[in-house]
């Protein structure tokens, strides 16, 4: 650990301050505890141990918060499964998404690298059918399909649209979901006022909560018999808007109602939410993760699968973020920082922390060297695999965490972060002491800040622009 959080560590300064939050914005909520759990430790890997290639199970939350499960330090929403999945292998304190929205993010994954070097990744989300995901492009379930893995994605696909774009045409075996960034849970309407259910390239009826559904399937694939390793991407819509909890039909029904009526803005839910349905959402999305890692174990494979939990990008309007600033859509750490959790029993000890930063591309590498499957070099990543650090002890990789979205810039290294927000004016901030981002080290430090903005500019230089 770093001085500062010897004084004061991350999850304690969370519990900490939640518990002002508390009676300052959030109403009558428990204080979240103000002391790490018992035995969680700074990560150590622990080398020299063997096994055979892991079944990988990635699930993404959407649009969740860095300091949203209690494991984070959030003061009123309750996460005992991913609590329980952080005790068994590794919390990330400096875990982010590859970008600050959906679409962009989920690129990173699939393809490894930063947003910005295909096409797709431009659209900052996705919003029509025009561009998507080409399905000539390598992705981590091709690469891995290739090595011998059956791959499969269940839930939000957001990276095009059929005929053009869809999971099957870039790597995945099955495709169980939907196409588009969000969905009304229960109707399946999406931004257009289109039905966005879908087994493969065929609509598939089913009215029931979404994420009810997506967790049925998600325990039958894990429980289903397998020839080999498998890929499961488990891209859950919770706790994305609308604000439709499960057994809010009521609500419901009034957006498909306003939807057919032709408001297109819907599914915003502007006008609906609180921070205790977002409380029931997230708890909803926590359970349904907790059911398909029971299913893993009663299956035989908890052992030998590689579980990785993450969000695709910051929380949003009722997400709890503190000490962060920011949110979705911007490149201040509250948009970008994610919770992320690692478990991997045959190789990777429980109960601990890691600080290292770490973000979206650089899982894309770790996933395919674990699995034995090699990136293609017409197509070169811009993520660093995490296996000789969580595996072999060996030092975290040290390079440049980048994002760009438009109007804004940011790059991490080390515990720097230089950010340009819309305003146009270069920041620095020293992220271990001033995770908030309020204390400008831009004049103190002019040659540190320009050569990180240097570094920004020479990435930059290489990615695809803006369309105008």
Not at 299 to 326: C, H, I
Request: with cysteine; aromatic share 10%; charged share 25%.
């Amino acid at each position: 650990m770093t001085s500062h959080d010897k004084k004061l560590s991350r999850r304690a300064f969370g519990g900490a301050v939640g518990a002002g939050a508390a009676t300052i914005g959030l109403g009558a909520v428990p204080a979240a505890a103000s002391a790490e759990p018992p035995g969680e430790r700074p990560f150590r890997a622990a080398p020299g141990r063997r096994s055979k290639r892991p079944n990988i199970l990635f699930i993404l939350g959407d649009d969740l918060g860095w300091a949203d499960l209690s494991s984070y330090g959030s003061p009123h929403i309750r996460t005992p499964n991913l609590d329980r999945l952080a005790r068994q292998g590794v919390r990330f304190t400096d875990a982010y998404s590859g970008s600050a929205t959906c679409s962009p993010t989920r690129f990173s994954l699939y393809t490894g690298r930063f947003p910005g070097r295909t096409k797709g990744g431009l659209a900052e989300p996705i919003a029509d059918r025009t561009v998507g995901l080409e399905p000539t492009h390598p992705t981590l379930a091709s690469l891995l399909r290739n090595a011998g893995y059956a791959t499969a994605l269940i839930g939000k696909w957001h990276c095009g649209y059929l005929p053009d774009y869809s999971p099957t045409r870039s790597g995945w075996d099955e495709f169980f979901g939907n196409f588009g960034g969000a969905l009304e849970y229960y109707s399946k309407l999406g931004l257009g006022g289109e039905y966005d259910l879908y087994e493969g390239d065929a609509q598939y009826k089913d009215l029931r909560y979404y994420t009810r559904i997506l967790t049925e399937r998600a325990v039958d694939y894990v429980q289903r018999e397998h020839e080999g390793p498998w890929l499961l991407n488990l891209n859950f819509t919770t706790p994305h808007w609308p604000w439709i909890a499960d057994g809010d039909e009521e609500a419901s029904a009034e957006i498909v109602r306003r939807i057919k009526a032709g408001d297109r803005g819907a599914l915003w839910h502007q006008d609906g939410g609180s921070i205790d349905k977002y409380r029931e959402m997230v708890e909803d999305l926590d359970r349904s993760v907790g059911e398909v890692l029971a299913a893993l174990r009663r299956s035989g494979q908890e052992k030998d699968t590689l579980v990785v939990f993450a969000s695709d990008n910051g929380g949003e309007r009722f997400s709890y973020n503190w000490p962060l600033s920011g949110n979705k859509s911007s490149l201040k750490e509250g948009g970008i920082r994610v919770p992320t959790l690692v478990r991997w029993p045959a190789r990777i000890d429980g109960g601990q922390v890691s600080e290292e930063p770490v973000f979206t591309p650089d899982w894309t590498a770790t996933l395919l060297e674990v699995a034995g499957a090699r990136p293609d070099p017409a197509h070169p990543l811009d993520g660093a695999s995490l296996a000789g650090y969580l595996l072999r002890g060996e030092r975290a990789p040290r390079r440049d965490l980048f994002w760009r979205v438009r109007g804004e810039r940011a790059l991490r290294r080390g515990e720097w972060k230089y950010y340009r927000g819309a305003g146009g004016k270069d920041q620095l901030f020293r992220l271990t002491e001033d995770a908030r981002e309020q204390a400008d080290k831009a004049s103190a430090e002019p040659e540190r800040l320009a050569a990180l903005r240097a570094a920004w500019e020479r990435t930059d230089a290489g990615l695809l622009p803006y369309p105008s």
